[in-house]
């Protein structure tokens, strides 16, 4: 389960670059690229705690339910995750919608600070920096 957290971990930020590169050019695609950074992420976490989702509203609901909810991070972060979730689908479902410019930058932000809450999470749950 290592590899695969390492692998997801880097896709994670692989990805979130991509997220920072299109802000301005496809604010849709950002803000997609915002949400799929942090998905990947949270897979890395879970995965480190043997755990494996297939769909976006079960690792949702862990995310919540494992590690919000019991306050090992904070209700903001659940919060600008939800947030996220709903722009993924603006971004890559949206018809009519669409995402500005700002917001994909309001998104990008966010996803930063998961991934780095993220990584202080794996560092003090596993006592080594392992991603």
Partial sequence: MKEFAVTE????????????????????????RSYYAVF???TAVFALRG???????AIRAAFHRDIIKP??????LGQDY????ELREIGD??????????V????????????????????AESGEDIV
Avoid: N
Wanted: charged share 25%; glycine share 8%; net charge neutral.
């Fill in 51 to 57: 755990q494996t989702f297939i769909k976006h509203g």
């Fill in 82 to 85: 939800d947030y996220l979730m």
């Fill in 71 to 76: 306050g090992l991070l904070s209700v903001d």
């Fill in 104 to 123: 994909a930058m309001e998104a990008f932000k966010k996803a930063e600070k998961i991934l780095s809450e993220l990584k202080r999470f794996l560092i």
């Fill in 9 to 32: 971990w880097r896709r994670a930020c692989t990805t979130l670059d991509s997220a920072r590169r299109l802000v301005e050019s496809d604010p849709d695609s950002s803000g997609s």
């Fill in 93 to 102: 479902y949206g018809g009519v919608m669409q995402i500005s410019g700002d």
């Fill in 40 to 42: 990947h992420a949270l």
